[in-house]
């Protein structure tokens, strides 16, 4: 969708989905420092055992369409059910990105079906394009503040539990006082 836009500022024309490509940027979101750690799959379905282990181990999940491609949609539907499968947790912080929103005269897609989508799925949804850089930022920094509420809600961090936090209490405050200095890691695929 735009990994290398988010983090290197630089629009790649020719993209050559392969099995992975993986980038870390530091950045503040609400005056915390977060390392991100961006792992970006390009979907394929021809590494599975791979695909299913990044879904265990990533804390929150960027579900990118293309606008032009309605059947592009109905892949992260099926994306979207195997996280749930894997993390067996319905509430892992996802945003639903339509990409491609540059190419407006070739949608597939109508905003009103991914506004309904995002609906049902009770996710963020926006129309990005990764080649004018439009909500690229937003939605990293969208997903990433939901992982830091998890986290600070004592969730699953990515298939570790985090000791500090009362994980029965899930929207009370954190048991120790947590230095806003820390620095917060958010694993996003």
Known sequence: MGAAQFVHNEWIESYDPTIEDSYRTQMTIDQRQ?????????G????????DLYMKTGQGFLLVFSITSAASLN????????????????????????NKADLEEHRAVSRARGWEVSQRWGAPYYETSARNKTNVDEVFIDLCRQII???????????????????YAPYRRPKRRRDHHHRHKCVIL
Not at 45 to 51: C, G
Not at 90 to 96: C, D, K, L, S
């Open 34 to 42: 977060v390392m991100l750690e961006i792992l970006d799959t390009a």
């Open 44 to 51: 394929t379905d021809q590494f599975v055992a791979m695909r």
């Open 149 to 167: 509420r998890r986290e600070d809600a004592g969730g699953d961090m990515g298939g570790h539990r985090n000791d500090e936090y009362n994980s």
């Open 75 to 98: 892949e992260i539907a099926g994306l979207r059910e195997e996280i749930i499968r894997i993390k067996d947790d319905e509430t892992v912080p996802i945003v639903i990105c339509g």
